[in-house]
């Protein structure tokens, strides 16, 4: 009989928000695959699980996959841990869960701390729908871009975002979608954890204050409020560009006001 491959969430910050279940799969595992075995090392240590430990990254998982899948035909159970929350969020594994579905492999998940949930719960924006787009592209015109392209979307939008890079993401996020109500979350867990909301020009003034950005950060944009108007699609576009406004800059602007994404409102102005 094959083994099988448990997906266990470990805590974000506070080691407490560890589950009495994931400690029992850690300790009963014949394997734990993880992106950092010297991270991974000290949880286990705090808890007192003495288990061998096996790399698991984006720089070896396509080789490592074969290995481990093989291991599990074999009948050896082995858990999959990332440094923090829940794998594959963000986080390496899913080459290596199709392969073991491919293969007849049970997968088991062991839900638990998860950055993404954490936040949502904790920011006063709507949860009732909302998109998870992991990170934001690094450099400004690719992150206009993907910001643009969901423009459109009617729910909350949810990033990770690194320390260096939050205040020209929220001064993108500002020329995008200008009002949307913003939150960023810091280091959920910690010691130091916290949440600053306003627009994103607003929880950018608070961040720029600082001497430094430190910790783990999620950016989520709360949804927009389209604006109601009888004036065709066309006719607010040129109104907006006999008051001198670049045609682009007047497409954006009026895609952003009534909740359409860029390429809706240029397909009608062509």
Same mark, same amino acid.
């Given at each position: 009989?094959?083994?099988?491959?448990?997906?266990?969430?470990?805590?974000?910050?506070?080691?407490?928000?560890?589950?009495?279940?994931?400690?029992?799969?850690?300790?009963?595992?014949?394997?734990?695959?993880?992106?950092?075995?010297?991270?991974?090392?000290? =949880?286990?240590?705090?808890?007192?699980? /003495?288990?061998?430990?096996?790399? #698991?990254?984006?720089?070896?998982?396509?080789?490592?996959?074969?290995?481990?899948?093989?291991?599990?035909?074999?009948?050896?159970?082995?858990? =999959?841990?990332?440094?923090?929350?829940?794998?594959?969020?963000?986080?390496?594994? #899913?080459?290596?869960?199709?392969?073991?579905?491919?293969?007849?492999?049970?997968?088991?998940?062991?839900?638990?701390?998860? *950055?993404?949930?954490?936040?949502?719960?904790?920011?006063?924006?709507?949860? /009732?729908?909302?998109?998870?787009?992991? !990170?934001?592209?690094?450099?400004?015109?690719?992150?206009?871009?993907?910001?643009?392209?969901?423009?459109?979307?009617?729910?909350?939008?949810? !990033? #990770?975002?690194?320390?260096?890079?939050?205040?020209?993401?929220?001064?993108?996020?500002?020329?995008? #979608?200008?009002?949307?109500?913003?939150?960023?979350?810091?280091?959920?867990?910690?010691?130091?954890?916290? !949440?600053?909301?306003?627009?994103?020009?607003?929880?950018?003034?608070?961040?720029?204050?600082?001497?430094?950005?430190?910790?783990?950060?999620? =950016? =989520?944009?709360?949804?927009?409020?389209?604006?109601?108007? /009888?004036?065709?699609?066309?006719? *607010?576009?040129?109104?907006?560009?006999?008051?001198?406004?670049?045609?682009?800059?007047?497409?954006?602007?009026?895609?952003?006001?009534?909740?359409?994404?860029?390429?809706?409102?240029?397909?009608?102005?062509?």
């Amino acid at each position: 009989m094959p083994g099988s491959l448990y997906l266990v969430a470990t805590p974000i910050g506070n080691l407490e928000d560890i589950t009495l279940r994931a400690l029992r799969v850690l300790r009963e595992a014949d394997l734990i695959a993880c992106e950092d075995t010297r991270q991974t090392g000290k =949880l286990l240590q705090h808890f007192g699980v /003495d288990k061998p430990m096996v790399s #698991y990254h984006e720089h070896n998982e396509a080789a490592r996959t074969q290995e481990l899948v093989a291991k599990l035909e074999g009948g050896a159970d082995i858990a =999959l841990v990332s440094d923090a929350g829940t794998p594959l969020v963000s986080d390496p594994g #899913y080459r290596l869960v199709t392969a073991a579905i491919g293969a007849g492999i049970p997968v088991v998940p062991i839900p638990g701390a998860s *950055a993404l949930l954490g936040a949502l719960s904790g920011a006063g924006l709507p949860t /009732d729908a909302f998109r998870f787009c992991g !990170f934001l592209p690094p450099k400004s015109g690719q992150r206009k871009k993907a910001l643009e392209e969901l423009n459109s979307e009617d729910c909350t939008l949810v !990033f #990770y975002e690194a320390p260096h890079r939050i205040l020209d993401a929220l001064s993108d996020v500002s020329a995008v #979608y200008g009002e949307r109500p913003v939150v960023v979350a810091r280091e959920l867990t910690k010691l130091h954890e916290e !949440f600053l909301r306003g627009t994103a020009e607003e929880v950018r003034a608070q961040l720029s204050a600082r001497a430094s950005v430190k910790g783990e950060i999620v =950016l =989520l944009i709360g949804k927009g409020t389209p604006v109601v108007s /009888d004036t065709p699609v066309e006719e *607010a576009v040129r109104e907006l560009e006999q008051k001198g406004m670049p045609r682009m800059d007047a497409i954006k602007q009026v895609a952003r006001e009534r909740g359409l994404s860029k390429r809706e409102v240029y397909k009608q102005v062509t």
